[in-house]
């Protein structure tokens, strides 16, 4: 069983930038996938950003040049570097990790993140 805790939400103006982290409570080594997901108030929950085993790294197109995600093997801990940030933007962001086989899915609590315009 692995623990997600994400943190560095917040409330920050259109342009500004956040950095979220992702801290795991064990190990990253062993998962094939790990990003990020974000779901704003009536709407389904939708990809940001993640690293795929390999490290090849998919972007939505909705931010890409703007999000950089990142990880800390050291740290088992993934980042989300969030730049350039608009109101649609604004919505919880969560941590997910993957292992193909056996199967492991878990995610953080979610962490939100609120753009004004």
């Known amino acids: 069983q692995v623990q997600l805790v994400e943190s560095g939400g917040g409330l920050v103006q259109a342009g500004g930038s956040l950095r979220l982290s992702c801290a795991a409570s064990g190990s990253i080594f062993r998962f094939n996938v790990m990003g990020w997901y974000r779901q704003a108030p009536g709407k389904q929950r939708e990809l940001v950003a993640t690293?795929?085993?390999?490290?090849?790294?998919v972007y939505a197109d909705s931010v890409k040049g703007r999000f950089t995600i990142s990880k800390d093997n050291a740290k088992n801990t993934v980042y989300l570097q969030m730049n350039s940030l608009k109101p649609e933007d604004t919505a919880v962001y969560y941590c997910?990790?993957?292992?193909?086989?056996?199967?492991?899915?878990?995610w953080g609590q979610g962490t939100q993140v609120t753009v004004s315009s």
């Open positions: 997910n990790v993957v292992r193909w086989v056996p199967r492991e899915d878990y």
């Open positions: 690293f795929t085993w390999g490290g090849s790294t």
